[in-house]
């Protein structure tokens, strides 16, 4: 048994260190690469490593009579798993999901340490000596709560909400302006005069003529008349690439975006800002078909300063989808919105 828990407290120190570094900066974050497709069970893999690392320094501790207390077993725990979201996952996540996180690891926490009733007397014991301050040292403690705790909680809320009459830095827009070129797997794409390859005809080549044709003017956008269903196994050339982009949207995109692309997805109201509603007349319909690759390769931590506060949580997909599965996906929304993209014309 100790022997097992040897291993599990050296396997946890060694995490801890890896950690650490990254924190320092000393080891790059992505020095253990998160891999493509899964991610969520890499990290709960790590994150089940950890916890036996964890169990095997707490029996070693105990073992050689230096037990660590519950109260701050359950505190550096969540510590940890907060380090871990912020310096460990990368590309990082947006502050609004890792509290997300922190929130369930603290309700996952609290019901670890109430489990049973010699736990929680543990668990809520240096609280209440610090309370009863039978001692010298919890009185001082306490005393020293009782000044810092009103101070750190007065600052926090006078910075905040301290009025400014300075102007904003920088200017901020919800479409911000698009770079002139953009890099994806290592090729360079010129915003203004790419094109999306997959706007083909029947026969499979691309064609602008062939997509002026079924385009309507209509209102705030550019409608595109429907011709036919891309869903029939049998549509060839540009439907086929609605078809195999509408399949990819819906592996990866629509669970934020929402089946009719209203950006009413399953997870969509976990986020601050929801994700867009591509039916709105005022997205992708007013939007070159350059900057939507733009934005969807590069995702939320792609957009330039004046894009906050609207910066999405939308990964950077070039991560995870080939160039021609991005561009396919692109085809997929102007289809199924019926919107056409605005053009440099």
């Not at 396997?11 to 990254?22: C, P």
């Not at 510590?79 to 912020?86: A, N, S």
């Not at 200017?171 to 794409?189: E, F, N, Q």
């Amino acid at each position: 048994m100790k022997a097992l828990m040897s291993v599990g407290a050296l396997i946890g120190v060694i995490g801890l260190l890896v950690l650490i570094g990254m924190i320092l900066g000393v080891v790059p974050s992505n020095t253990v690469k998160l891999v493509e497709g899964y991610m969520p069970m890499q990290m709960l893999s790590e994150l089940a490593i950890f916890v036996a690392g964890f169990t095997g320094i707490s029996y070693l501790m105990s073992s050689m009579g230096m037990p660590l207390p519950r109260f701050w077993q359950g505190v550096l725990f969540w510590v940890f798993i907060w380090m871990y979201l912020k310096y460990r996952v990368y590309p990082p996540i947006p502050f609004s999901v890792r509290a997300m996180y922190g929130t369930v690891t603290f309700v996952a926490v609290f019901m670890w340490v109430s489990a049973n009733e010699e736990d929680w007397k543990k668990f809520k014991q240096p609280i209440i000596n610090v309370l009863d301050a039978n001692t010298g040292f919890h009185k001082a403690l306490r005393t020293l709560y009782l000044i810092l705790l009103p101070i750190l909680i007065g600052g926090f809320s006078f910075l905040s909400m301290k009025p400014s009459t300075e102007e904003p830095i920088e200017l901020r827009t919800v479409h911000p302006a698009p770079p002139a070129s953009t890099k994806v797997h290592g090729k360079t794409y010129t915003l203004q005069t790419s094109q999306n390859p997959y706007r083909v005809n029947p026969e499979g080549k691309y064609d602008q003529e062939y997509s002026n044709k079924l385009i309507v003017e209509q209102g705030m956008g550019r409608l595109m008349a429907p011709n036919a269903n891309p869903w029939d196994e049998k549509a060839e050339g540009y439907l086929k690439y609605v078809r195999e982009g509408g399949e990819i949207f819906f592996q990866n995109c629509h669970f934020c975006h929402g089946d009719n692309l209203n950006g009413r997805g399953l997870h969509a109201f976990a986020f601050n800002p929801i994700p867009a509603n591509f039916t709105d007349p005022g997205t992708i319909a007013q939007l070159q078909e350059t900057f939507i690759f733009w934005r969807v390769a590069k995702g939320g931590i792609g957009l330039p300063n004046e894009g906050f506060p609207w910066a999405s949580v939308m990964p950077p997909w070039e991560q995870h989808l080939t160039t021609d599965e991005i561009w396919k996906v692109i085809l997929f929304e102007y289809w199924h919105t019926g919107y056409y993209p605005r053009t440099w014309d």
